[in-house]
């Protein structure tokens, strides 16, 4: 069922900007338009080019938002995360609870 | 096969031969058949076309344009790889950490979730800590929206299973207003409940909280889920909230019971979103039933209807269910994927659903 999805109609989650584009929806209450175009000015790229695997790979392993291979010293999780914080403009909240740990 | 048929299915799965005019005519009456029950537009002739275009592709998948793609939301968590059939889980047995990360890096998901085996509010509420703990553990690795899921499942506070009467037992033996003092005192437990889990659930890091399947014990599991996402909203400003339904129509089972002024018994999408927004939803998960003896066709035109009203009324994303059995999708175990991509197209360029 998940594999069917994502073939017709997924955008594919950090393969390409998929998760960038439901943060926004969900945390602003985007509509899927509004959501795309606010992602793609933020990567300085065209609505399009957001859900193209080829453009995406490289632009997330520059921009540290955490990428689909398993890459050695490439950020993943809350690393990746506080990056995608700075570039959206938003706060995550894993990443409010990671720096409430921190002890200064 | 003849050079006029094609390739469909009917709503339980099975492969059927149409004609385009069949296929045609089973488009007309499932939109007609929405229009009529939901008192909303049927498809216009442009919508017609394209969805008889979609349903008689003579490819074994189809898909959006480029550019049209939308971010998928999921059910059941880990349950698809780790459960039994019961939650058409494939039994096999990994940690919940590794199920995560192969939907985020093998499976394109645009967002994930953690499940109880239950997958129900009430039986979290014991293990809450594991949860938590479990919660932590996967936000430090994961990087797509990582939300807790469960279904409101207001069943579960009736006798035999909770402290509260079974409404339809009580209704047999014709005390109904025992039934509804019932349904009204399980709404607001469930309420409680959902603030209890779904706070300390987000204390823990996660992104948010998915409601699956709201209203499926009928309109005061509706009403006690939109009051417990209200707390939930107040306790958690930053919380993203999805409410998915059980299904197109919330069912009487209470009959009277009222969301901010609204009776719920019998809204369909269109006005179901709007309570869910009332309530502080993020996302609004909107869900058309299969009718097993209608073609696909049918079915789908029925659900692209239902759901095009909603994505136009509502104020906040529809992500639309596309599970078996809902969004014109087979009720059967193992969707075929020429159904699951027909219907996945359509919703997307037809309905103009913001995710799936």
Redesign the interface.
Same mark, same amino acid.
């Given at each position: 069922? &998940?594999?069917?999805?994502?073939?017709?109609?997924?955008?594919?989650?950090?393969?390409?900007a $998929? *998760?960038l584009?439901?943060?926004m929806?969900?945390?602003q209450?985007?509509?899927?338009k509004d &959501?795309k175009a606010y992602v793609a000015q933020k990567l300085d790229l065209d609505?399009?080019e957001i $859900? *193209?695997e080829q453009i995406m790979r490289d632009k997330r392993e520059e921009l540290k938002?955490?990428v689909?291979?398993g890459l050695p010293g490439a950020p993943?999780?809350?690393a990746?995360?506080m990056n995608?914080e700075k570039l959206l403009g938003i706060?995550?909240?894993?990443c409010d609870?990671?720096r409430q740990m921190m002890k200064n | 096969m003849a050079a006029n048929e094609y390739y469909t299915r009917m709503g339980d799965g099975k492969r059927v031969l149409m004609t385009k005019d069949q296929i045609l005519a089973d488009i007309q009456a499932g939109s007609a058949d929405a229009a009529d029950m939901g008192g909303i537009q049927a498809l216009d002739d442009n919508d017609v076309e394209a969805l008889l275009e979609i349903v008689c592709d003579r490819n074994r998948?189809?898909?959006?344009e480029?550019?049209?793609?939308?971010?998928?939301?999921?059910d059941i968590g880990q349950l698809?790889f780790t459960g039994d059939n019961g939650n058409?889980g494939n039994g096999v047995d990994m940690g919940r950490l590794e199920a995560a990360l192969l939907?985020?890096?093998a499976?394109?998901?645009?967002?994930f979730e953690l499940a109880h085996s239950d997958y129900s509010i009430k039986p979290v509420k014991p293990v809450i800590s594991m949860e938590m703990q479990t919660m932590?553990e996967i936000?430090?690795?994961?990087?797509?929206?990582?939300f807790y899921g469960a279904m409101p499942n207001m069943g579960l506070y009736y006798a035999p299973d909770g402290p509260y009467g079974n409404p339809a037992d009580l209704m047999r033996e014709f005390k109904i207003e025992e039934a509804m003092d019932q349904a009204e005192k399980s709404a607001q437990a469930l309420a409680r409940d959902i603030e209890y889990v779904a706070t300390k659930i987000?204390?823990?890091?996660?992104?948010?909280f998915n409601f699956d399947t709201t209203g499926a014990a009928g309109d005061a599991d509706a009403v006690g889920t939109f009051n417990g996402v209200e707390k939930l909203r107040k306790a958690c400003p930053?919380?993203?909230?999805?409410v998915g339904m059980a299904g197109e129509s919330v069912m009487g089972i209470h009959g009277s019971i009222e969301y901010d002024g609204q009776v719920v018994a019998g809204l369909y999408p269109h006005q179901q979103c709007k309570l869910a927004q009332k309530a502080g939803a993020?996302?609004f998960g909107a869900v058309v039933n299969t009718s097993c003896s209608k073609s696909m066709a049918w079915n789908l035109a029925r659900a692209v209807t239902f759901v095009k009203a909603c994505t136009a009324v509502s104020?906040?994303?529809v992500h639309v269910n596309?599970?078996?059995g809902v969004g014109g999708i087979p009720m059967f175990e193992t969707?075929p994927?020429d159904a699951?991509?027909r219907c996945?197209?359509a919703?997307?360029e037809i309905a103009k659903?913001?995710?799936?």
């Open positions: 069922m &998940a594999v069917s999805h994502y073939m017709a109609s997924g955008m594919g989650g950090i393969r390409t $998929g *998760d584009v439901a943060r929806e969900y945390s209450n985007m509509k899927l &959501a609505p399009l $859900g *193209d938002l955490g689909v291979t993943r999780g809350i990746a995360k995608i706060k995550i909240n894993s609870k990671f | 998948t189809v898909g959006v480029p550019g049209k793609e939308v971010p998928l939301t999921y698809d058409s939907h985020e890096r499976l394109g998901a645009d967002t932590e936000q430090n690795e994961i990087v797509i929206p990582y987000y204390d823990a890091g996660a992104d948010g930053n919380a993203y909230i999805n993020n996302v104020g906040i994303p596309m599970g078996m969707a994927i699951v991509t996945s197209k919703m997307v659903v913001d995710g799936v």
